[in-house]
C-alpha cells in the first residue's frame, strides 16, 4: 500500500530521536520520538500517593529519581536504541509541586507537597494581608492561592526542625519536579545544574512576568531565601548535560511544565491557537503572543513557552475541576452507567438535555468563578426527564464550561479563539467533541498523537539541538486524526447558553460561614 511505504525509512537513514521524560502527578514516564513526531516507544512507573492528613498530598522525591532512571532505560531498550541514537532529553512535569533538598548530599528534606496540597491555605489568606489573594497578581499573573509553591517553600521551612537555618546558610536547594530530575540527570551533589525554566517558574508567584526573574519584593514577602532559587532559563536550550545512566552524555536540552508542553505539542504557535486538555479536570490554555495579558475575568496569566533568546510566548490558561470525574460520578456512585463509554450512546438516544442542565460545582466552581461555597445541582427537571437527558446534560457540563473559560478569554484578551486542538481521554467521545465545536462556534481538532505532553517537551528538546529546524518543521508535523465542525443555529446556542448560566447562578452560595 502507498502509505506504508511513505511511512518507511530508507535503510540508511540515520536512527536519530528523542527522548522526553514526563515526571507526573501519579507516574512518570519516558516516551522515544522519531523525526516525524511519532512515538516510537513508551516505558512507565506509577509512583505511591502520601496522604498524612486530609487536604495534605506528597510524593517521595527519591522514590520518582529512581523511576525516571527506570523508565528511561525501559523506553530505550524498548526501541532497540542505545544512548548514541539518542540526540537531546526534553522533561516535563506535574507543575507546582514542591520540594527542598540537600545541596551537598542530594537528599530531599522532606517529602515533596504536591500541587493539590492545601496545608497553605491560612499561610495563603496571611499573606494576602488586606489586599486579599490579588495582592500579587499584577507582577505575577497569580492569586494568592495554596495551589502554588512560593507559599510551600515558605511552609517547608518554618515547620522543618533547622530547615530555615540551612537554607540561611545556603545549604539547600529548591525545585518544582523538572528542577530535581534535570539536577539529578546532570550530576546531583557532583556538579548537576540547578535550573528552572520559563513556565515551571511562572507557577511559583515568585516570579515577575515582565522580567521572567525572581521578583525580590515577593520573594522576601513570601519569606524565601534567595539562595535556594535555581536559576531560571528558558524551554528550549541545553542546561547541560547528563551523566552516568542510560543516557549519559546526551544533551538535557528543555523544560516545560506540563499544560505548556501540551500547548507547544499541540503547535499552537499563533496569538489565538488554544488547547484543551480534557482528563479528570480540564485546562485550557489560550496563546496570546509576547504581550502578558492580566486577566479580571477569572483566568491565569502564565508564560507558554521561550525558545532559546527568542521573546517569551504568554498564556492565558482557565482550569475546570469536574469534567471526566462527573462521567466517573455518574458511573460508580450513581450507577447510571456500566463503563465511561456508555456515556455517550445512552445520550444519543435523545435529540436534546430534555430542559435538564447539570452544573458539577461539587467542591466549588473553578474559573471563571472561583466560588468555595458553590455546590453541584440539576435544574429543570420535569418528570419528561430520563436518564438519557441527563446522561446528554452531563457532556453538555463539560462543553458549557469551556464556553465559559472562552468567553472570559476573550473578555480580557479581546482575541478571538480560531481552532481549539484537543487532547485527553475524554476527546474519544465524539458527541461531547461535538457539542464543544457547537457551543464554541469553532472548530475542534483531535491530532494523530495524542501524548502532546511529552510531545511538547521533545520538540523543545530538538528544536535546541537542531533535530528541528523551526517551528514549521513541527507544524508540517502535526498531523489531524479528526475534527469537528459548528453546525448549531446561533440562537438555540444562544437560548441554551442563557440556560447554562441561569444554573450555574444557582449553584453560588449553597454553603454559608457556618456550615
Known amino acids: 500500500m502507498p502509505e506504508a511505504q511513505q511511512t518507511q525509512e ?32 513508551v516505558d512507565q512507573k506509577e509512583h505511591e500517593q502520601i496522604f498524612p492528613k486530609p487536604g495534605w498530598v506528597e510524593h517521595d522525591a527519591a522514590e520518582i529519581w529512581t523511576n525516571v532512571q527506570e523508565v528511561v532505560a525501559g523506553a530505550l531498550e524498548k526501541a532497540g536504541i542505545t544512548r548514541e541514537h539518542v540526540k537531546a532529553i526534553g522533561i516535563t512535569n506535574q507543575r507546582e509541586t514542591t520540594l527542598l533538598w540537600d545541596r551537598a548530599t542530594g537528599e530531599p528534606v522532606h517529602n515533596a507537597i504536591v500541587w493539590q496540597d492545601t496545608r497553605t491555605d491560612a ?34 521551612l518554618e515547620n522543618v526542625e533547622g530547615l530555615q537555618e540551612r537554607a540561611d546558610r545556603g545549604e539547600i536547594l529548591f525545585g518544582t519536579m523538572d528542577s530535581w530530575v534535570i539536577w539529578n540527570l546532570t550530576g546531583g551533589p557532583d556538579g548537576g545544574v540547578h535550573v528552572t525554566d520559563v513556565t515551571n517558574a511562572s507557577r511559583t508567584l515568585l516570579m515577575n512576568l515582565r522580567t521572567l526573574d525572581w521578583d525580590q519584593r515577593i520573594v522576601s514577602s513570601i519569606g524565601v531565601p534567595p539562595s535556594v532559587l535555581p536559576e531560571i532559563r528558558s524551554s528550549a536550550e541545553v542546561y547541560g548535560t547528563a551523566r552516568g545512566g542510560a543516557l549519559d552524555g546526551v544533551p538535557v536540552a528543555s523544560a516545560l511544565g506540563d499544560q505548556q508542553a501540551a500547548l507547544f505539542g499541540q503547535t499552537c504557535f499563533a496569538v489565538g491557537e488554544g488547547k484543551s486538555t480534557y482528563g479528570t479536570g480540564t485546562f485550557l490554555l489560550m496563546n496570546t503572543g509576547t504581550e502578558a495579558i492580566n486577566s479580571y475575568a477569572g483566568l491565569i496569566t502564565t508564560v507558554g513557552y521561550r525558545i532559546g533568546d527568542q521573546a517569551p510566548v504568554y498564556a492565558l490558561e482557565g482550569s475546570i475541576a469536574i469534567t471526566g470525574a462527573l462521567v466517573q460520578w455518574m458511573r460508580d456512585q450513581m450507577g447510571l452507567i456500566n463503563s465511561a463509554a456508555e456515556i455517550e450512546t445512552l445520550a444519543r438516544s435523545v435529540e436534546d438535555n430534555g430542559g435538564a442542565y447539570f452544573v458539577p460545582a461539587f467542591s466549588g466552581l473553578f474559573a471563571p468563578y472561583w466560588r468555595s461555597d458553590a455546590r453541584g445541582l440539576i435544574s429543570g427537571l420535569t418528570r419528561y426527564v430520563t436518564k438519557a437527558h441527563i446522561a446528554r446534560a452531563v457532556l453538555e457540563a ?14 480580557d484578551s479581546g482575541m478571538e479563539l480560531t481552532t481549539l486542538k484537543v487532547d485527553g481521554g475524554m476527546t474519544s467521545n465524539n458527541l461531547l ?65 442563557q440556560f447554562w448560566l441561569k444554573a450555574v447562578q444557582r449553584t453560588m452560595g449553597w454553603l454559608d460561614e457556618e456550615s
Open 433 to 497: 467533541m461535538q457539542n464543544i465545536s457547537d457551543f464554541l462556534d469553532v472548530p475542534v481538532v483531535r491530532p494523530m498523537v495524542s501524548e502532546t505532553t511529552c510531545l511538547g517537551a521533545a520538540y523543545a528538546a530538538g528544536l535546541a539541538v537542531g533535530f528541528w529546524t523551526d517551528i514549521e518543521d513541527l507544524r508540517h508535523n502535526w498531523r489531524r486524526a479528526a475534527e469537528w465542525t459548528p453546525g448549531m443555529d446561533a440562537a438555540e446556542r444562544d437560548r441554551e447558553y
Open 123 to 156: 499561610l495563603c489568606r496571611e499573606l494576602g494581608r488586606n489586599v486579599g489573594q490579588d495582592r500579587f497578581r499584577r507582577e505575577t499573573g497569580l492569586p494568592l492561592a495554596s495551589y502554588f509553591a512560593g507559599p510551600k517553600i515558605r511552609w517547608l
Open 398 to 411: 463539560t462543553a458549557w464550561q469551556t464556553r465559559e473559560i472562552v468567553d472570559a478569554m476573550k473578555k
Open 10 to 41: 530508507p535503510s540508511d537513514a540515520p536512527r536519530e530521536y528523542i527522548a522526553a521524560i514526563d515526571q507526573g502527578t501519579t507516574s512518570s514516564r519516558c516516551i522515544v520520538f522519531d523525526r516525524d513526531g511519532r512515538i516510537v516507544s
